[in-house]
């Protein structure tokens, strides 16, 4: 069964840092990766979505890589801003669809 | 871009009650949708997955009797918590997949939050 892990659970960092967020997942065998973004009692929104056959996805301050042999992605924030703040998921696709244990990240001003 | 719509965003019921849960691909078919629920502080955990037109799939542990879902038309899924206890209280989150493929992405509703009393 695919398990998915990000470390770190929980991270705060100054505004203006960068920042990289890492998933790991234990079975290759994916169809594609996808990062999303959780505010409190909220729904998840979609960040970047990465392909199998693909290396990276960019979105504005957001890059999110892949690397499949080492069953790794990590989403790198760049300029981070109060906004940012929220939990980071990440999901592997496969047969299902498997959830990491998220990122809460907090953005001091 | 896609747009799922999911209602009600929250409920508070009381014990022994039944609650349903919709969820709407408002501008894309779905042929197929996911239930997730989410413990406090804890990553989602997929319930079931719904295809238009057959009974749901659920993953194990799941009470399917408990926990019906309908997808009756490429539109719409619907989660009835039946005889809600206190203990299924949670954020329940419907995702549709646009295509049928199995790498196109998900898009998610708002989310529920279900308080039984």
């Known amino acids: 069964k695919q398990e998915v892990t990000q470390i770190p659970a929980a991270l705060s960092v100054p505004e203006g840092e960068n920042l990289v967020l890492n998933c790991s997942f234990t079975?290759?065998?994916?169809?594609?990766l996808q990062w999303f973004r959780q505010d409190p009692g909220k729904g998840l929104t979609s960040l970047l979505l990465?392909?199998?056959?693909?290396r990276e996805q960019t979105s504005g301050r957001l890059n999110a890589s892949l690397d499949k042999s080492s069953g790794r992605s990590t989403l790198y924030i760049a300029a981070s801003q109060p906004g940012d703040s929220a939990t980071y998921l990440c999901?592997?696709?496969?047969?299902?669809?498997?959830f990491g244990t998220g990122t809460s990240l907090t953005v001091i001003p | 871009g896609a747009v799922v719509s999911q209602h009600p965003s929250w409920v508070i019921c009381k014990s022994g009650t039944s609650v349903k849960i919709e969820c709407r691909s408002l501008d894309f078919q779905a042929t197929t949708m996911f239930w997730y629920r989410q413990f406090p502080k804890q990553s989602l955990m997929l319930m079931a997955t719904s295809n238009e037109g057959s009974k749901a799939t659920y993953e194990q542990g799941v009470e399917k009797d408990k926990f019906l879902i309908n997808h009756a038309s490429l539109t719409l899924s619907t989660l009835t918590v039946t005889s809600a206890h206190p203990e299924d209280s949670s954020f329940y989150i419907c995702?549709?997949?646009?295509?049928?493929?199995?790498?196109?992405?998900?898009?998610f509703g708002s989310g529920t939050q279900l308080s039984v009393l």
């Open positions: 999901a592997a696709t496969g047969n299902q669809f498997y």
């Open positions: 990465i392909q199998s056959s693909q």
């Open positions: 995702s549709a997949r646009l295509g049928v493929a199995a790498n196109e992405k998900l898009f």
């Open positions: 079975d290759s065998a994916i169809y594609n």
